[in-house]
């Protein structure tokens, strides 16, 4: 496990939890850079004034907030990171509440916790009383001069922090005008759906899933490197079935078949 | 209406429902434009050569790969899409799972799915799939691929709609059993501690009411917009010194917490 990325402390009431927070997820996307197609060269990016055309140094770089059209409001980096607040390094956990009712589309980034220094008694009293209450705590977190909402739960041994989503920063459903059909669903077509849903349904098991798209472009770049010419397929296109029932009714059909193998 | 980020079809067995999808995450960030401090004039990034020094066009930079000793290959949109799964366009439903079973770690971008087109079966097939995932509490698991990566995804209703939030893969969740210092068998709190930090626990609890919590850090960032606007100077706030003392009696301190609360 990398370093920690914060060291603070966490507190509920007058209890202080020295936490240390850790990256919880990591990225193995296979990243590709942007080169000059002729020479193979790296493209590097240049900063340039629009007015003097010429290159600028970055110390020489300020922040412009659009006003209106072409109007800026300057500011510098210092300015913007002033809206951080008061940069504590506590985290007060102002809330608690069911996780259960907590949609996971408010949870953004994950995060690990660790205890910090000589907070060991605390961080397993806060651990075991997460469990046992069946909650998580709500709080803020100023992390790399931003501000986070964050919830804190207890995961199987050990304390979880997730960056949430603010409310109005998610689209509400009902915005998007969405077709309605002439008529719903019959309870006939729901329950056949229903049972198709039950032949699928397995227990989640996330190492079942691989990522076999990032090693088929590694295996791509393979072939790459040693000369191959790649082949390039056509797409094909799908239609909604005209007749919902007799879908249903193959597929369940499937569904059986396939069970019973 | 927010812009389609993708097209094709959800398929649940033999039923397809042609769907588009569109974000349903509000970017209400401020954004911000680099300037030229002197001048305040906007910069502009440009690409150039590393070789040659000239800046070159969008339509001669190309995406390579580079390997530990500096050599590369070269890798076009075309076969990259040439290696996407053949049925690229479409989401095949291949298991359903209890949504609660899924641990929120793995959720990532969150999308909504919406009927395609205007004809009426359409709208059926994604009527039937959204009451039925809401009737069951259950969520569909699937493929697809977006922009040149193979997605996994979870599809579920939420708020009358179908929601497809992009899904982390395994590999991608660091086992947590590697974090130094998280819960020892050897601190195992004594059963009136839990007991009293449970009551402070319940006595701060609340119901979860999203709309309650609000983007402090957007609306301070505002405010320095506006007052610089008024020709105001901004000075960053100090650190906080005074940090919280560390408890060294955790019983004094939930015994006084809870004290305190109970007035």
């Known amino acids: ?261 | 209406m927010p812009r389609s980020m993708w097209s094709g079809s959800l398929s649940f067995g033999l039923v397809n429902v042609p769907v588009v999808m569109v974000t349903a995450v509000r970017d209400l960030d401020l954004h911000f434009r680099q300037l030229h401090e002197k001048d305040g004039a906007p910069i502009e990034v440009q690409r150039w050569c590393s070789k040659e020094d000239v800046e070159v066009p969008f339509e001669e930079i190309a995406r390579a790969f580079e390997f530990d000793d500096g050599s590369h290959v070269i890798v076009s949109d075309e076969e990259l899409e040439a290696i996407e799964p053949r049925r690229t366009r479409t989401i095949e439903i291949e298991q359903f799972v209890e949504l609660a079973e899924v641990d929120p770690i793995y959720f990532d971008h969150p999308y909504y799915l919406l009927p395609a087109g205007s004809d009426d079966g359409s709208a059926r097939a994604y009527r039937l799939l959204a009451d039925v995932m809401a009737r069951t509490n259950r969520a569909a698991l699937g493929r697809f691929v977006m922009r040149a990566k193979e997605y996994l995804a979870i599809v579920r209703s939420y708020d009358g709609a179908l929601m497809l939030s992009t899904m982390l893969f395994a590999d991608e969740v660091r086992d947590s059993e590697d974090v130094e210092n998280a819960a020892q068998k050897s601190h195992k709190p004594p059963a009136q501690q839990v007991k009293a930090a449970v009551a402070v626990i319940e006595e701060l609890s609340g119901r979860w009411e999203p709309s309650e919590w609000k983007d402090r850090y957007r609306r301070r960032l505002q405010d320095v917009v506006s007052r610089k606007r008024k020709g105001k100077t901004i000075k960053a706030p100090e650190p906080r010194e005074t940090e919280p003392a560390e408890a060294t009696d955790l019983m004094a301190a939930l015994e006084q917490t809870l004290a305190e609360m109970r007035g």
């Open chain 1, 1 to 261: 496990m990398p370093r920690s990325i914060w060291n603070g402390t966490i507190t509920f009431g007058l209890i202080a939890v020295p936490i240390k927070v850790h990256s919880a997820t990591e990225s193995h996307t296979v990243h590709f850079h942007q080169v000059h197609a002729e020479d193979g060269a790296r493209i590097k990016q240049k900063r340039i004034c629009s007015k003097e055309d010429r290159e600028v140094p970055y110390k020489e770089v300020s922040m412009g907030y659009e006003v209106r059209g072409g109007e800026f409001v300057l500011l510098d980096k210092e300015e913007i990171d002033a809206a951080a607040g008061d940069r504590s390094r506590t985290i007060e956990l102002e809330q608690f509440v069911d996780p259960t009712e907590v949609d996971p589309v408010f949870y953004d980034r994950t995060y690990y916790l660790g205890a910090g220094d000589d907070g060991q008694d605390a961080y397993r009293l806060l651990l075991d009383a997460l469990k046992r209450a069946k909650r998580s705590g709500i709080g803020r977190w100023v992390f790399h001069n931003r501000e986070y909402l964050v919830s804190v739960r207890a995961g199987d041994d050990l304390l979880v922090l997730h960056t949430m989503r603010f409310a109005d920063e998610l689209v509400r459903a009902e915005k998007l005008d969405i077709a309605k059909p002439s008529r719903k669903p019959g309870k006939r077509e729901l329950d056949m759906a229903e049972q198709l849903v039950d032949s699928l349904e397995k227990n989640f098991r996330p190492a079942s899933f691989k990522d076999s798209y990032r090693d088929r472009v590694a295996e791509l770049i393979k072939r790459k490197a040693e000369g191959e010419e790649i082949e390039l397929p056509e797409p094909e296109e799908v239609e909604a079935p005209d007749d919902l029932m007799a879908a249903l009714e193959a597929s369940l059909g499937n569904g059986r078949r396939k069970a019973r193998r």
